[in-house]
């Protein structure tokens, strides 16, 4: 189960359920859904038979718009997208500034980061999973939009999805060791020893450290609070549900229409 926070709320639509983000709200031109399983299992992964196109049309916009990555690779490799007609592949960064290109990322424990840039009017969808946190993929993601569209870290705004939270993420020694190492100044509050031989790690303040290092205000780091494996029963979740549902991914999107 889900509650509706000030950050994320509940959508059910039919065929679809979606967590939508108030934030947004005063800004007409953005287009940012979470998609969730929802009491009847949809899904919208690539999966023959997922739901997308239910999703889309819930959503207002068109499929052909919509721009995914067809193999992320836990890397920092973003690309700027101009034409939703390419093909992205072995990458974990989307960013564009083109009106009717929807960014997506899929996610299943793994942090999405939605991020929008309302002076410049530019997106970022960012997969930023443990690995991708140890590579520090939310400082890598900013800096594009500083170089592609002249960002100011001030102004931006960033979502942080649904993720595998502290409390369930426990890592082997090495694991712990790493990030130890990469996030030095914040080692005591992102790591966590139980029994003196469990190690729980907090990815999500790992990125918002990272977020509030490059420049965004703390307002505007928008974390949605809502842990994948607590709520698998509408999110999927790779810890909770890796034996029964073959790894099924959560749908991340954000673009900008015309107005
Ligand atoms: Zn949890």
Redesign the pocket.
């Known amino acids: 189960m889900i509650q509706d926070s000030q950050h994320a709320t509940v959508i059910n639509r039919g065929q679809v359920s979606f967590l939508h983000f108030p934030v947004f709200d005063q800004y007409p031109e953005v287009v940012a859904c979470f998609a969730m399983k929802g009491e009847t299992d949809r899904y919208y992964d690539y999966a023959p038979g997922n739901h997308r196109k239910e999703l889309w049309s819930e959503l207002g916009i068109d499929g052909d718009l919509v721009v995914g990555i067809s193999e992320q690779i836990h890397s920092v490799n973003v690309a700027r997208v101009d034409d939703a007609r390419c093909r992205y592949t072995k990458l974990d960064g989307l960013v564009t500034n083109r009106r009717d290109i929807f960014l997506t990322t899929l996610v299943a424990d793994c942090i999405a980061l939605l991020i929008y840039d309302p002076k410049n009017h530019a997106v970022a969808n960012l997969h930023s999973g443990w690995r991708g946190t140890l590579a520090k993929m939310a400082r890598v993601g900013v800096q594009k939009m500083i170089d592609e569209y002249g960002s100011r870290p001030e102004d931006l705004i960033c979502v942080i999805c649904p993720s595998i ?1 502290r ?2 993420f426990e890592v082997e020694r090495e694991v712990k060791d790493d990030f130890a190492r990469q996030f030095r100044e914040i080692a005591d509050e992102i790591i966590e020893e139980v029994d003196g031989h469990k190690f729980m790690i907090d990815t999500v303040a790992c990125n918002k450290y990272m977020l509030e290092e490059m420049g965004l205000r703390q307002k505007n780091i928008i974390d949605t609070g809502i ?1 994948t ?2 709520a698998n029963d509408v999110l999927h979740s790779y810890r909770a549900n890796k034996d029964t549902e073959k790894a099924r991914r959560n749908l991340a999107l954000i673009g900008l229409k015309s107005c």
Do not use: G, Q
Request: proline share 0%.
């Open positions: 939270r409390d369930d842990c494996v607590c």
